[in-house]
């Protein structure tokens, strides 16, 4: 199919479209909303990307099915290499396919992109006649809605991500499997030992893990090398084996955050950097001393994952954080229970929950050279279905999907069968059949149309029994808020050496001691006239404050 130069295109939509009075910003404003209401077009071409162990999407018969459904036919142009590098050409010399799918914009690009007619608003074509499922969707989950939506009102692409939560299992409240990242663990079978309780509070932690480490508990009750005991190993400032979830004791923990580093909310819609706070300078204080001490792996600072479990599965280590136990302590596993949230010096305690997936909008775009936008939308709205979007992400029904358990739900493809019947392991099957896109899994799907893994399902169960019943405050920022162009310029000129002048700085401490007052005043002095915190601060808070008001 032959592409459509955009000035081409543009004559067309005018002379389709409902035409509006105005002129000025309101004019402006007013025509982003038009609706072209031509639906002479049935013939698309799409430019997108794809798995590197996908055939292509000519003989998928998910997306045939739909396209048949939909009276449209797709030409697929897609590509797993150098995708970007011919987008931008595309773009550059004007020459645009009806439409880009799997190419993952940013929101700083969809505005852009917006902003000059490249892509068109597709706010007036979600509507009940032309996307009744999006439609639904984005009424009954106002932040995803939030999530798309460019400061200005236009939407500029379709929202695609991957929400898998606690509803997944039948629970009544919703916490995504993040929430919270570091699960603590202790070796209770030690303890037992040793004639000591599970701790409560971080300075009985102390107590224990010192008692570990003199009593060489890895020697003793495993028969490891004498020496080699570790009482406590962790990462640091890592997603899921960090040392951050015992700083709750101190009224904060502050996760590797997909958005920007130490940031939190409060309950109030206050948005705030714990690393200026005097409870954080105090939390680098106190867990000082447990490194001089020798009570924290002085590898810490330099280990990675293989190199922490491979002690843990060594029986070394007494104490580690993971996203679950069996798969950190092997063998040992049994051995393990799992650590409250530990009370610290002045009786505080408070996990800082952090936010779900992201949503992101940058995976089809409709452009200025479609004729037809709401017949492709149209096609485009199936894939809001759960059975679709799951056939769209693992495979067909009768492929990947073999059957259904006694509650109507699908059972998917194990390993063994995969390798059988196809000779691909189901993981190598789904990467076979997966179409990228605007594929929104949402997080009651896992409870009405597809059964999600077990390891997930064990989290999640953790997560909500164990770990939520502890967390005062469930506060997040979220990962969706949606930037203005001048605060990505913000975000981008001081975010990096903002984070990294915090954990080079918070790593020191630990290492060598907190900080005297003279380097505190210094090192807040820096973060304040040198990495931009206050501007970073201030684009975060407006940022929130519009995504909130976009709900």
């Known amino acids: 199919m032959k592409r459509k130069s955009v000035a081409t295109v543009m004559a067309l939509l005018m002379a389709s479209s409902l035409t509006a009075c105005g002129s000025g910003a309101n004019g402006a404003d007013t025509a982003s909303k038009e609706v072209n209401t031509s639906a002479d077009q049935t013939e698309f071409e799409i430019m997108g990307g794809q798995s590197a162990l996908s055939p292509g999407y000519t003989d998928n018969e998910v997306l045939n099915s739909l396209m048949d459904e939909a009276g449209i036919h797709i030409e697929w142009n897609t590509v797993s290499d150098s995708l970007a590098e011919q987008v931008n050409i595309q773009i550059a010399g004007g020459e645009l396919p009806d439409a880009y799918m799997g190419v993952g914009f940013s929101n700083y690009d969809l505005s852009n992109y917006g902003d000059d007619g490249t892509f068109i608003d597709l706010t007036p074509y979600i509507t009940e006649d032309i996307m009744p499922n999006l439609t639904k969707i984005l009424e009954e989950h106002p932040e995803i809605k939030a999530a798309i939506t460019m400061d200005g009102g236009a939407i ?152 922490l479990m491979a002690k843990c599965q060594q029986g070394y280590v007494g104490v580690s954080t993971w996203w679950y136990i069996e798969e950190l302590m092997g063998d040992y596993s049994e051995d393990y229970v799992f650590l409250p949230v530990l009370t610290g010096p002045d009786g505080d305690s408070n996990v800082t929950v952090r936010t779900g997936g992201a949503i992101s909008s940058g995976n089809l775009s409709i452009t200025s050279a479609c004729e037809s936008p709401a017949n492709l939308l149209k096609f485009f709205d199936k894939w809001y279905e759960g059975e679709t979007v799951m056939q769209l992400q693992y495979g067909p029904i009768d492929v990947y999907f073999t059957g259904k358990d006694e509650n109507g739900v699908w059972n998917s493809i194990t390993d063994e069968e995969s390798k059988e019947k196809y000779g691909k392991s189901a993981g190598e099957l789904k990467s076979f059949y997966e179409v990228a896109g605007p594929k929104l899994i949402l997080s009651h799907y896992y409870s009405d149309t597809f059964n999600m893994e077990d390891r997930a399902i064990e989290r999640l169960t953790d997560l909500y029994d164990y770990w939520m019943p502890q967390v005062k405050d469930t506060s997040t920022y979220p990962i969706d808020c949606v930037f203005t162009n001048e605060e990505l310029e913000t975000i981008d000129m001081y975010k990096t050496d903002f984070e990294n002048t915090v954990a080079e700085q918070e790593g020191l401490w630990i290492k060598e001691g907190g900080p005297t007052d003279e380097e505190w005043e210094a090192y807040k002095e820096k973060l304040t006239n040198t990495c931009g915190m206050g501007d970073l601060l201030q684009v975060y808070q407006d940022a929130y404050d519009r995504y909130v008001q976009a709900q």
């Open 156 to 307: 500029y692409g379709l929202p695609s991500g991957e929400q898998m939560g606690t509803a997944g299992i039948g629970k009544e409240e919703d916490y995504s499997i993040f929430t919270i990242p570091q699960f603590s663990m202790i070796n209770k079978k030690w303890l037992d030992e040793l004639g000591m309780e599970v701790p409560t509070t971080l300075d009985e932690l102390h107590e224990v893990l010192t008692a570990f480490k003199e009593n060489d508990m890895a020697a003793k009750v495993y028969g490891a090398e004498p020496g080699s005991t570790i009482p406590m190993s962790t990462g640091f400032d890592e997603w899921c084996w960090g040392q951050n979830i015992f700083y709750a004791g101190f009224g904060f923990t502050n996760w590797i955050n997909d958005v920007c580093n130490d940031l939190t909310l409060g309950s109030d819609g206050k948005v705030n950097f714990v690393c200026d706070d005097d409870n954080y300078r105090e939390a680098l204080t106190y867990f000082s001393d447990w490194y001089q001490e020798g009570l924290m792996d002085p590898e810490m600072f330099s280990q990675d994952t293989t190199q």
